[in-house]
């Protein structure tokens, strides 16, 4: 084994000392901006699934360095958030003391995985350096009318004591902690991602990310072009608007459902003869989260307004309404047209209340009208329709919704973002309220009298040190007991006003990071939240890498706010990363890692004990990249010991050379482009092919140097250290990478004996990396081999790869 911990410490400081990592960020030719995802310091520190995200990323970063790209690869800590202040609370420290150990921790080890930081430019989103600026950034919401506040329903989690966005529940439970979400009255603030929800569906097509996390988007965003159509209630000037997909099936509608929270409810159930059953029914729905009540497998649940009709402006038919818990108010309108023939919500709940259900499309045009056993949710013609029977019911759509005089839209699963949180770990929301100006209709904005914004020359509003930081749970931030914090002057008037005490959501500070990181520590930087030319000449992200988990959180955020960036004329683009690739999950030995489990990998040992280099390596030849792998404790040990032959190779002197053999040129050209495609496993996979012939053949002297510059992406420290030995200039990670010859790179052909059950039955010729499958095709083709699958049944085929096939029979 090679003297890997001497190695390392070495490295370490030559890279530091010379700057190896750090660009010059105004005169880089060929900027190339690699970045991960943003990590928020655990409390256990590193784990093993981090470093496989990290150093999946750097290995694209020092390839793309090789390349001749100035590469800039920076690195911080979102470390703002419930995570990080429960861990706190468990451990009895305060947040802001904890923070500092967990940066310290979290930094050594982040040095330990060898990556190719510039660590002059990290950030940490709890420095008041940072969140003045991420204020700034909600300030801006505010001016652009984005932000705004309102009382409202929202998700609130027991345990953490705090509202979450509807991205933050996962099957009604929250996603920190696996709490049940109930819904709860308060007063918050909200981003209008919604504005933005036609440009964030729509520039999906043109943006080179992972096909599921534009799948999840598109989904989350949920666009549903249909109608808005009004409904009469008896007795009543008010109707009901319901938005409905299929307005060609209105004639069926036998009823009418309401959200429970619906306002029409309220202003409805004084008229209705059970009142008392409506309010209990009401207060039921409302102790569910959206995600509960929304279930597909739910039971359905309702109350009838007795007394109530609607009238269908089809037929003029009167039809019962209901309230009905899996009817939400934040999709559509909160009412809809209930046909239970052709959707099967309503159809279940038909059956349950014994409603009516009536057949409005045929699949076929000669089908005679009957109830189905189950609804019918496909297009046909349709019947019980009036003058439209017959029609195509796609086609009779349009003409449908003039005659029940009823206006076209598009519509949206998206909701706006609520950013507010009632915890004390993260940047104070910076709005100021006073009652003198509300009292007199004053303020920034009309709708909102009374609110003001934090004048940008006052920025940040520091989050103060207080020793009672844990959260009340009255859906008030514990701020709001500190008077010394929320006491202040009214920008307006300057009479007595009151801070928000209010937080804001830990996804707003990693919405923009990416954008400071090329201006830190530049003077620019301390007037401006970016170096408008730096950002020109880095930005959008070329290549960015992290979890699919985070498609409609981190990811759906970012891109809402580079768009509101960009039409305000304050940056260039509307996209922040021109490519991003989501990385699969890395589970321990067939199961994923968990504390619970006892199972998670602290990757300190494995890299005390083998060398950072063999983790690096032993994580990317697990599989592609954006599959994930399994980590097997014994599986280390291969990669541990080719890392052991290429140091014995690089002990003796090289065979010299002009040019790299021609054999060479097939390896080069293939790994090339496995990197590319983030394939770094057959990348490792052909390492070890040379490797093997150079041990055997003799290392000529030009073959083994670009050996080791493919090496070095993976390996950084030992190819670094053997670079040196074979006398090449500092550094290997700032040569360039081996170029191949096109004509020269096909594989070459090799020779494959065929056995029939141990015994030689012929040869085939084929390239170099024949599969096991194509090897069986061409075996079996063979006459000899032929005659004797007749006579028997094919039992197995064992493959040695290129060398030889065994039939057994």
């Given at each position: 084994m090679h003297p890997f911990s001497k190695i390392e410490k070495k490295w370490l400081k030559r890279w530091e000392k010379s700057r190896v990592y750090e660009p010059d960020r105004r005169k880089a030719k060929k900027p190339f901006y690699n970045l991960m995802m943003f990590p928020y310091p655990s409390a256990e520190g590193l784990h093993v699934g981090n470093a496989y995200a990290f150093v999946g990323s750097d290995v694209y970063g020092r390839f793309k360095r090789l390349q001749g790209y100035d590469v800039f690869e920076p690195i911080g800590l979102d470390g703002f958030g419930i995570h990080s202040e429960n861990y706190a609370i468990k451990k009895g420290v305060h947040p802001m003391k904890q923070a500092k150990i967990s940066e310290k921790n979290f930094y050594r080890q982040l040095q330990m995985i060898g990556n190719g930081f510039a660590w002059n430019e990290r950030?940490?989103?709890?420095?008041?350096?940072?969140?003045k600026w991420t204020q700034w950034l909600f300030v801006q919401m505010w001016k652009h009318g984005l932000a705004y506040r309102k009382k409202q329903s929202v998700n609130w989690c027991p345990s953490c004591k705090t509202v979450l966005a509807d991205e933050q529940v996962i099957a009604g439970k929250c996603e920190r902690c696996g709490t049940p979400v109930v819904r709860k009255e308060l007063e918050q603030w909200f981003f209008k991602i919604t504005k933005y929800a036609d440009k964030l569906l729509k520039d999906l097509d043109g943006i080179?990310?992972?096909?599921?996390?534009?799948?999840?988007?598109?989904?989350?965003?949920?666009?549903?072009?249909?109608?808005?159509?009004?409904?009469?209630?008896?007795g009543h000037l008010q109707t009901v608007e319901v938005f409905t997909t299929?307005?060609?099936?209105?004639?069926?509608?036998?009823?009418?459902?309401?959200?429970?929270?619906?306002?029409?409810?309220?202003?409805?159930?004084?008229?209705?003869?059970?009142?008392?059953?409506?309010?209990?029914?009401?207060i039921t729905a409302a102790n569910k989260s959206e995600g509960e009540r929304i279930a597909e497998k739910k039971a359905k649940t309702g109350v009838e307004l007795k007394g109530i009709k609607a009238i269908n402006p089809a037929n003029g038919q009167e039809i019962p309404v209901y309230a009905a818990d899996y009817v939400v108010s934040s999709y559509g309108t909160?009412?809809?047209?209930?046909?239970?023939?052709?959707?099967?919500?309503?159809?279940e709940f038909a059956k349950k209340f014994h409603l009516p259900i009536k057949q409005v499309v045929a699949k076929e045009k000669s089908e005679k009208p009957a109830v189905s056993p189950e609804a019918y949710g496909g297009e046909g013609y349709l019947v019980n329709s009036g003058k439209f029977n017959g029609l195509k019911s796609e086609e009779a759509k349009g003409d449908i919704v003039d005659y029940v005089g009823g206006k076209r839209v598009d519509t949206y699963k998206l909701r706006d973002w609520l950013i507010s949180r009632q915890r004390y770990w993260g940047p104070p929301i910076p709005m100021v309220y006073c009652e003198r100006c509300a009292e007199e209709r004053r303020g920034e904005n009309k709708e909102m009298p009374g609110w003001y914004a934090v004048p940008e020359k006052d920025l940040p509003v520091k989050l103060p040190m207080v020793e009672d930081f844990r959260p009340t749970g009255t859906g008030q931030s514990p701020l709001a007991a500190v008077k010394s914090f929320y006491e202040t002057k009214c920008p307006g008037c300057g009479a007595k006003a009151r801070r928000e005490t209010d937080v804001s959501d830990t996804f707003l500070d990693s919405a923009w990071y990416y954008l400071r990181y090329p201006s830190v520590g530049l003077e620019s930087g301390k007037k401006f939240p970016w170096d408008k030319i730096i950002t020109a000449k880095w930005l959008p992200v070329d290549m960015y890498i992290g979890g699919a988990e985070h498609a409609v959180l981190h990811l759906l955020y970012t891109r809402f706010v580079a768009m509101a960036l960009k039409d305000w004329k304050l940056i260039g683009f509307a996209e922040p990363f021109k490519v991003f690739r989501a990385h699969g999950l890395l589970l321990k030995e067939g199961a994923k890692m968990s504390k619970s489990k006892g199972n998670v990998v602290n990757p300190d040992e494995y890299i005390s004990k083998y060398g950072t280099d063999a983790v690096r390596m032993y994580l990317m030849f697990l599989a592609p990249l954006e599959q994930g792998g399994d980590w097997y404790d014994s599986g280390i040990m291969g990669v541990v010991r080719f890392l052991g032959r290429a140091w014995e190779v690089g002990q003796k002197k090289p065979i010299g050379q002009k040019s790299v053999s021609p054999w060479m040129h097939a390896h080069i050209k293939k790994i090339t482009m496995d990197i590319s495609a983030l394939h770094y496993n057959t990348a490792i996979s052909e390492l070890m092919v040379i490797l093997n012939r150079l041990e055997k053949e003799g290392a000529g002297q030009k073959d083994f140097q670009s050996f080791l510059i493919m090496l070095s992406p993976f390996a950084p420290f030992l190819a670094e250290e053997l670079w040196e030995a074979q006398g090449g200039k500092f550094s290997v990670h700032r040569t360039a990478w081996p170029k191949f010859n096109p004509d020269l790179a096909e594989p070459e052909e090799i020779e494959v004996i065929v056995q029939v059950n141990g015994k030689v039955r012929g040869r085939i010729k084929a390239k170099t990396g024949l599969s096991k499958s194509e090897a069986q095709k061409l075996a079996l083709e063979l006459e000899a081999v032929k005659k004797q699958v007749k006579s028997g049944t094919l039992k197995q085929v064992i493959y040695i790869q290129d060398k030889v096939v065994n039939i057994v029979l």
């Open positions: 950030l940490e989103t709890y420095d008041p350096e940072y969140y080179d990310w992972s096909e599921k996390v534009k799948t999840a988007q598109r989904n989350w965003i949920g666009k549903s072009s249909g109608a808005l159509i009004a409904f009469k209630i008896r299929r307005p060609d099936t209105i004639f069926g509608a036998t009823y009418l459902v309401l959200a429970p929270e619906h306002g029409i409810v309220e202003a409805l159930k004084a008229d209705a003869e059970n009142l008392k059953e409506i309010d209990k029914y009401i909160g009412a809809i047209m209930a046909v239970p023939a052709h959707d099967e919500r309503d159809f």
